[in-house]
């Protein structure tokens, strides 16, 4: 058996050790190597086939065999300990042809059926009570686990010299999620940031250069004050012009007070597809990157480098 972490080539063996002459006796041979070494444990295999009726498609265009529902009872009734678990829209003996008699009354038969207008009403007008993982609505929900990745991000950004980062994942994969336990990381005792920024780009998409400095500087004023208003209320009210060679002033500025601003720039990828920023902002924002008082983390579907 492989321990945890290990690879062993599984896919190539497979497809070395399966071969056209007895593909089935070879899948068989690993069915009984697999199960060998789960008897110890009590355990067992377990077969999930979802759309279960599609396979008609395969045999029909010739790439599927015909035997596949044979062998599929071979292996349940020869071997105690493997199990299968079938679903598909119709019931087998609404699918006519011989081959798959070879399964009726193989096992026992359960029936799913639509919810009744009273329940579908239900499940969307009202909210789950205390949702775990919620994922639709106007709040971003709580992170659940990655800490693993949270403490090498988090490693990455408090370091002697700390890195910009970006986060890349494909759509729905939580990174906003990822970004607001970031977001409560930061905030936390013992930061070294003074003060952390969450700006959703994708929400609230920049029209032009101008507006992304505007909006960005509002940003690190409010952020500021919120800190010490009392210590950094002159630079928020420089940073009031909006202009971005009073923003660079600014964190050159902090910079001299050792003070450090954490961006997480969410939604980077609409301001990118909707293309009104020019290669001036760009330019821009690196400079402003370049300030050791200023370091930046964003999220995209994609390489920035390829968008």
Not at 163 to 174: K, Q, T
Not at 246 to 268: F, H, T
């Amino acid at each position: 058996m492989l321990r945890a972490g290990q690879r062993g080539g599984i896919t190539r063996a497979c497809r070395a050790g399966i071969g056209d002459e007895a593909p089935f006796g070879d899948c068989c041979e690993y069915v009984e190597v697999a199960l060998a070494h789960l008897e110890p444990h009590g355990c067992g295999l377990l077969l999930m086939l979802d759309e279960f009726d599609k396979l008609q498609e395969g045999i029909d265009n010739g790439i599927t065999s015909p035997q596949v529902p044979e062998n599929i009872r071979f292996l349940v009734q020869a071997y105690p300990k493997f199990s299968a678990v079938l679903t598909g829209s119709r019931r087998l003996k609404r699918l006519h042809e011989e081959y798959w008699s070879a399964l009726f009354g193989l096992g026992t038969r359960f029936s799913v059926t639509a919810l009744s207008d009273d329940a579908a009403r239900r499940l969307v007008e009202e909210p789950v009570p205390d949702p775990r993982f919620q994922i639709l609505g106007p709040n971003v929900p709580p992170m659940i686990g990655r800490v693993a990745i949270l403490e090498r991000v988090w490693g990455a950004l408090t370091k002697a010299v700390p890195s910009h980062l970006s986060i890349v994942g494909p759509r729905y994969a939580g990174k906003s999620v990822f970004l607001s336990g970031l977001l409560k990381r930061a905030h936390a005792a013992g930061s070294p940031y003074a003060g952390t920024i969450l700006w959703d780009g994708g929400h609230l998409t920049p029209s032009s250069n101008a507006d992304f400095m505007t909006v960005l500087s509002r940003k690190v004023a409010e952020e500021l004050r919120a800190v010490d208003q009392q210590r950094f209320d002159a630079y928020a009210e420089q940073l009031g012009s909006g202009d971005y060679g009073d923003l660079r002033e600014v964190m050159e500025a902090l910079q001299d007070e050792q003070v450090r601003v954490l961006l997480l720039l969410d939604g980077l990828d609409r301001p990118l597809a909707a293309d009104t920023l020019t290669r001036n902002f760009w330019d821009q924002l690196r400079e402003l990157a370049s300030q050791p008082s200023l370091r930046l983390v964003t999220p995209s579907r994609g390489n920035v480098c390829e968008t």
